[in-house]
């Protein structure tokens, strides 16, 4: 049985599209991080939140808002298997699709005096980069000024960080390199600057700043990398940061959807379970981990071990990925954690499909839970992490899919809605990953 796209695609995300517009009326708390009891605490906004100038500016129709994010979820699935078998790191390289749809966004303030904007967060990339202002063809409205900034400066060619952008070029003695992602090319300088996240300032930064976009698919916001590259945040900050945070991300029902990044190994829950990170040397900024087995309800499905073994060479495995919707198994996998949810929410329940969600209900249902085990840790969702449901068109789907079918659809990818009010938590030092509950919002 399938159904009408349309009705469907109205109802299924209704709360979160009807909470925009219940949010109009609000005045949602989109002052600075300042005032944090922790000092190293950045609020993070969905990108739909009243707090971002990226949410739409006009209405869309209820179709386009979910077949968007099923084919930005796509993109970024494409861009990431892209990555996992390439030998080498390019950091800046790795704007590319992911870029064009950040789901949470952070506030940074670059340059002295302090010029404010909007980042996306994401742990998958390493550079952070913001359009500068004079920059032909960005959409931003916002762009950083260097002008305006009295501890502005340019890297020269002879640097190393130089040499860690892709196609760099030597205008005079500043570095400048050229890339491209989606439909777009960018011309950016690499410069350094104050960057202050929190209280916290950061001297001599290292970043992009794009001089020149064209192309449909430019990005208008910045991007802050939180992977393990040479470029990231935590290579830069080490000393400040001992290359550790965490996050807890809100739920898209949340009405302010105001969660927190912390930075650094103070304030970091005690009570939190680990499981050991994985290195890929092809893709060193990735966070890989150990998923050995998958339950559903009380039973442990049945997965071929290939289909979650880490393997560096193929780029094969699990990652945590703050970027991805939705969460992707590789298609072994996927079918038999849908298989047995199926199973266990009834066989005389007629399923349905729904764009790229293919396990869909019409009628209300008990959903099992599901367990992604670890080594070392388990972590079991609840309902909200699972479903994708509207009371008012009586939809529910199981929020998950199968991993694109390429040639490097290797990768197994927990999600963003699948880590929402969780504090998930980077302690690369100690080579671990944790999670553990926590309302976010």
């Not at 994985?278 to 071990?305: C, E, F, M």
């Not at 919707?325 to 929410?345: C, D, G, Q, S, W």
């Amino acid at each position: 049985m399938k159904l009408s796209l349309t009705p469907l695609l109205l109802s299924l995300f209704l709360l979160l599209i009807s909470s925009l517009s219940q949010m109009q009326g609000l005045t949602p708390k989109c002052d600075d991080d300042d005032n944090n009891h922790h000092t190293s605490t950045l609020k993070v906004f969905h990108i739909f939140s009243p707090c971002s100038p990226f949410k739409p500016q006009t209405p869309i129709s209820w179709e386009q808002t979910i077949l968007q994010l099923q084919a930005k979820d796509q993109k970024r699935m494409e861009y990431l298997s892209s990555l996992v078998a390439r030998r080498s790191v390019v950091p800046i390289a790795s704007g590319r699709q992911i870029t064009q749809s950040p789901t949470y966004i952070v506030r940074a303030k670059i340059g002295t005096p302090k010029q404010t904007l909007l980042m996306a967060m994401d742990t998958s990339n390493d550079v952070a980069w913001v359009p500068c202002s004079g920059c032909l063809g960005c959409s931003s409205s916002t762009a950083f000024a260097p002008s305006k900034s009295t501890t502005f400066r340019g890297v020269r060619c002879g640097a190393s960080q130089c040499k860690q952008v892709p196609n760099p070029k030597c205008g005079g003695s500043a570095c400048t390199f050229n890339l491209t992602y989606g439909s777009s090319s960018v011309a950016a300088s690499l410069v350094q600057d104050t960057v202050t996240l929190a209280t916290d300032p950061i001297p001599a930064y290292t970043f992009g700043c794009i001089r020149k976009a064209t192309g449909s698919s430019v990005p208008p916001q910045g991007l802050l990398g939180l992977g393990r590259g040479p470029l990231s945040l935590l290579s830069q900050t080490q000393k400040l940061y001992q290359s550790t945070f965490s996050y807890c991300l809100p739920s898209f029902k949340a009405l302010n959807f105001s969660g927190s990044l912390r930075l650094g190994p103070v304030a970091q829950p005690k009570r939190i379970k680990f499981t050991p990170l994985l290195r890929n040397p092809r893709r060193s900024s990735l966070y890989y981990v150990n998923l050995v087995a998958i339950r559903v309800g009380r039973r442990i499905v049945d997965i071929p071990p290939p289909a979650l073994a880490f393997n560096p060479t193929t780029g094969a495995g699990t990652i945590f990925d703050s970027g991805t919707v939705f969460t992707r198994l590789v298609e072994p996998a996927y079918i038999a954690v849908r298989n047995e949810f199926r199973r266990r929410v009834g066989r005389k329940i007629a399923v349905t499909t729904l764009g790229g969600f293919d396990t869909c209900y019409t009628v209300p249902i008990v959903a099992p839970t599901i367990t992604f085990m670890f080594s070392g840790m388990n972590v079991t969702l609840p309902t909200d992490n699972i479903l994708i449901h509207s009371t008012a068109g009586g939809i529910s789907c199981l929020a998950m899919a199968a991993a694109p079918d390429n040639v490097n659809s290797v990768l197994n990818v927990i999600a963003n809605m699948q880590q929402q009010n969780h504090r998930v938590l980077f302690d690369v030092p100690n080579s671990r990953l944790g999670v553990a509950r926590e309302p976010c919002t």
